[in-house]
């Protein structure tokens, strides 16, 4: 990759962090003194998100900023702590124990928070699910997880087949009309009304779980990532050194909570540091979103590269519409970050923007661009302090600068995921190489440090900063009845990094057509989520398959960029 310039240090971030010494002494325990347990030994993540301000004196601060044109509500620790001390005497009431699993399936609204810190506080699992499912990716998460409860609203029910889901013993709906002729059926607002505020968390180990995240593999279905309480460790100290919060910032995560992002940095590290929370959901928007960031006066702001993209292409001329002199510092998190969109941000905001690079399984940021870092642009950065990221060839062994290979992380880490749900064997495949973390990512590193994305070693999609994994489409494909045979593919996108190209062979009886293509489309997108429906659909009379059957994608790619095909001796026929 083309290593184009350098970018000064505009600000010094916190001053507590000289990154060069720092990365060698730092020793993650000195974190744990932040917290209560440390000398207490009994944890609660809750607790030191939201409960811990008002003990410290910090109730009456913004915690959550509700930015919605509709709604305007503001939230203050005392408050979230009150709220979530209630929901967690309704979980109690219906009898949820430590360790089961409760999944939120609701747009990003105030009772989204207050029942994510309910099921924390009863040292249940919490499941955040994204508002864009549909059916089948619903099921097909609450089934896995065996989750016992659900908390969504009246316009969600629908897409939730509940006499397919045997472990759900309890719906709670967060909506005024709600049918109580079921038993099962739960009234959100009526359960809080006359649930009390009083109550203390479930006090567990650091090592217990707290959230599970499904997310993509290039083999079968989502596979649930399981985080502990402890990872909170992380969640603060990459809030502190690599987001730069400080007591009286504003910050906005543009995340989704149904994706890691819109947990480990749209709830755990903004509250544990106790700032002010700016949420906002819907659509995107480059009108909505300057706005939000004008209105809160935010000061950091953590978005990612498609977003990004999408702020580039709505032109420059919007942008003087709107203050925005109030941001001090701005991140990106999820696809490769151009240089291109780092230029243009100097250009238009005035500041750098700080590429991070992590994943659900690692739960939290590990590799940054700091606020006290020279950029060079294309370069996630270094990693941060106690994290050390090398890359390693097949075999396990470390290789050089400027060579490329599997990005690889030595174990452990505080926010390493803890297992994936009822899978041992994938968890274990993750460590294969002499113990390393294996990311499933091509980089190199340079002689300076720093490391340079090169791509997915595996055949999972990154659709607008979306993880998507090719068998979960393709078997929603085969569902159609026209559709005999499926093999998808990330084909290169300008704007979304990658977008989802389907090969399909028709089943006898079937004609291509347009209008074929556009009911596949919606089959899948009614089935999963608009994210996961192909924006691209090739009819192929016959696809390229191996002798054990499997469906070759790297052919498809192959195909579809003009490349050569490679070694074609597995092939069927
Ligand atoms: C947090 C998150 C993880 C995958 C990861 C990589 C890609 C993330 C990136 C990046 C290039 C960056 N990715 N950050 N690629 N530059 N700064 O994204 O989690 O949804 O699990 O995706 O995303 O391929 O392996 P997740």
């Not at 985080?227 to 989704?256: F, S």
């Not at 973390?437 to 055949?459: K, N, P, T, V």
Request: proline share 6%.
């Amino acid at each position: 990759m083309l290593q184009t310039g350098r970018l000064p240090v505009q600000t010094k971030g916190n001053q507590l962090l000289d990154y060069t010494r720092t990365a060698e002494t730092f020793d993650w325990r000195s974190v744990e003194s932040a917290f209560s347990w440390s000398v207490t030994g009994r944890v609660n993540t809750a607790y030191e998100a939201i409960d811990r301000h008002v003990d410290e004196g910090r109730g009456e601060q913004i915690a959550l900023q509700y930015s919605d044109p509709s709604r305007n509500e503001q939230l203050t620790f005392a408050e979230m702590k009150a709220n979530s001390n209630r929901f967690a005497n309704v979980l109690r009431k219906y009898n949820v124990k430590k360790g089961d699993r409760v999944f939120i399936f609701m747009p990003r609204v105030p009772e989204f928070y207050t029942s994510f810190f309910g099921v924390i506080k009863v040292g249940a699992i919490v499941g955040p699910l994204f508002e864009a499912f549909m059916e089948e990716a619903v099921k097909d998460r609450i089934a896995d997880s065996e989750a016992s409860v659900l908390v969504t609203t009246p316009d969600l029910l629908p897409r939730v087949p509940r006499q397919e889901l045997h472990s759900l013993k309890h719906v709670i709906i967060v909506g005024n009309d709600v049918d109580h002729g079921n038993d099962n059926i739960i009234s959100y607002y009526k359960e809080m009304k006359e649930a009390s505020t009083d109550g203390e968390p479930e006090w567990v180990d650091r090592e217990d779980p707290m959230i599970i995240h499904y997310t993509s593999g290039s083999t079968g279905k989502p596979k649930g990532v399981v985080h502990a309480h402890n990872a909170m460790i992380q969640h603060y100290q990459t809030g502190k050194w690599v987001l730069d919060l400080q007591p009286e910032d504003i910050y906005w995560c543009t995340a989704d909570p149904g994706w890691v992002t819109g947990t480990s940095y749209g709830i755990f590290a903004p509250w544990l540091n106790g700032v002010t929370n700016v949420i906002r959901g819907g659509r995107f928007s480059p009108g909505d979103w300057y706005q939000t960031l004008e209105k809160n006066k935010v000061t950091v702001w953590y978005s990612a590269p498609t977003a990004l993209r999408m702020l580039m292409a709505a032109g420059d001329e919007l942008i003087r519409n709107y203050d925005l002199s109030s941001i001090r510092h701005i991140l990106s998190v999820g696809e490769p970050l151009n240089p291109e969109v780092i230029r243009w941000g100097m250009k238009v905001y005035g500041k750098r923007i700080h590429d991070t690079w992590w994943m659900t399984e690692t739960g939290a940021i590990l590799i940054a661009n700091y606020p006290q870092m020279e950029i060079k642009p294309g370069s996630m950065g270094k990693p941060f302090p106690g994290i050390r990221a090398a890359i390693i060839d097949d075999e396990g062994n470390e290789l050089p600068p400027n060579q490329m290979g599997n990005l690889a992380i030595q174990t452990p880490w505080p926010s390493l995921m803890r297992e994936i749900w009822k899978n041992p064997q994938k968890y274990q495949e993750y460590f294969r190489l002499k113990g390393w973390y294996i990311s499933g990512d091509s980089a190199y590193m340079d002689e300076e440090g720093y490391f340079w994305f090169q791509g997915r070693l595996d055949d999972v999609i990154n659709t607008s900063g979306e993880r998507v994994g090719p068998f979960e489409v393709e078997s929603k494909l085969v569902e159609h009845p026209a559709v005999a045979e499926a093999g998808v593919i990330g084909k290169p996108d300008p704007v979304r990094g990658q977008i989802i190209k389907a090969f399909v062979s028709l089943r006898d009886g079937y004609q291509p057509s347009d209008e074929l293509k556009e009911e596949i489309r919606q089959f899948v997108k009614n089935g999963l989520a608009a994210h996961a429906a192909p924006r691209e659909i090739e009819f192929k009379d016959k696809l390229p398959k191996t002798r054990s059957g499997k469906i070759m994608r790297r052919v498809l790619k192959a195909w579809e960029l003009g490349l050569p095909t490679g070694d074609l001796s597995t092939l069927e026929d």
